[in-house]
């Protein structure tokens, strides 16, 4: 592609993230830096970045344990994740940022700036100095939409993409599968890294995080983080619905299925407080007030022998749905 096409807003150009500030050279802020580069096909590689060259579209890269470094062309690139500090150049707070790709998936930012020139985007992040973050080169996006105010706005004529922020509550088994065909499409973002872009985990946290997991391999990342008092539970919810798109269940409005239901029994329902939702396959979706409680989801997927997939539900509907389909011990009629 050419060139980037910004979704823009009546009252606001998305460059306006944060407010007019001189912008550093930006080949020399990525020189030098400990990245990791996420390639076309998807494959991660972490390394330092020798020399980054712009309008030459070109940089390169030494893989960790691996000399010398390597020329990659931006044409093979999706992006890079820088993961050291790099000199602040403006303290500001931060907006939602889209970044759309070419294959038609998206990734969730927070950014206090974004900065656009002839051969890609480069976003800075919020925190106690705005530091640059992340570089998308032109050639694998195909815009960026900036939210009007610190949350994402809706656009006239133009619904918010599911699984980019919380979104609205689904309230049909159809509006549910649509809302986990777009969350699994938008896992290439890990939790791990949605935690370190939000400043709520250092690199050093993370990395140590994957280690345990590596031993605990049935164990979810975000459970371990807050097992080790890293990570506050009610900040790993927010970044798991806002950055991962967690679908969201209006239980007051949605029926489940009744195969569904009938795959867990009453008194199981009850005490793990889950709502079987749909059956896809061999996946089933259930509602629960804590989509990270792992423990729970583990002893769901071992009870029906599926793989589970978490919808998150607020504490009074989904208690008021487990007394209408499992009430008295026993499974009602949806």
Not at 219 to 246: N, T
Not at 295 to 306: G, P
Request: proline content about 7%; overall charge neutral.
């Amino acid at each position: 592609m050419n060139a980037l096409h910004p979704r823009r807003e009546p009252t606001a150009p998305p460059r306006a993230a944060a407010e007019a500030a001189p912008v550093p050279a930006l080949d020399s802020l990525l020189t030098g830096t400990t990245a990791r580069v996420t390639m076309a096909d998807g494959k991660r590689v972490s390394g330092r970045v020798v020399k980054f060259d712009g309008p030459g579209r070109t940089l390169e890269f030494a893989w960790d344990g691996i000399n010398p470094a390597l020329p990659i062309a931006f044409s093979n690139l999706r992006a890079v994740e820088v993961l050291d500090s790099v000199e602040p150049f403006h303290r500001a707070g931060s907006r939602r940022c889209f970044v759309e790709f070419g294959d038609g998936t998206a990734l969730a930012l927070n950014a206090a700036m974004i900065a656009e020139c002839g051969y890609g985007l480069f976003v800075f992040g919020p925190g106690r100095g705005s530091r640059l973050r992340w570089f998308f080169p032109s050639e694998a996006i195909a815009g960026f939409t900036v939210a009007n105010t610190k949350t994402e706005v809706e656009e006239p004529g133009r619904r918010p993409r599911a699984g980019m922020g919380p979104g609205p509550e689904v309230c049909t088994l159809e509006q549910l599968r649509e809302a986990l065909e777009r969350h699994r499409m938008m896992r290439h973002l890990r939790i791990g890294d949605a935690l370190l872009q939000e400043g709520l985990i250092t690199v050093e946290q993370r990395d140590a995080a994957l280690a345990a997991q590596r031993s605990e391999c049935h164990k979810q990342l975000g459970a371990i983080l807050v097992e080790s008092g890293a990570l506050d539970p009610l900040q790993l919810r927010r970044v798991l619905v806002a950055q991962l798109g967690v679908p969201v269940a209006n239980l007051d409005r949605l029926v489940p299925e009744e195969a569904a239901l009938a795959l867990l029994p009453a008194e199981l329902a009850r005490d793990y407080r889950v709502l079987p939702l749909r059956r896809a396959g061999v996946r089933l979706a259930v509602a629960l007030e804590d989509p990270l409680d792992w423990a729970t989801l583990k002893a769901v997927e071992t009870i029906t022998n599926l793989k589970i997939d978490p919808v998150l539900a607020s504490r009074d509907p989904l208690d008021r749905a487990l007394r209408r389909y499992y009430a008295d011990g026993e499974r009602h009629a949806a």
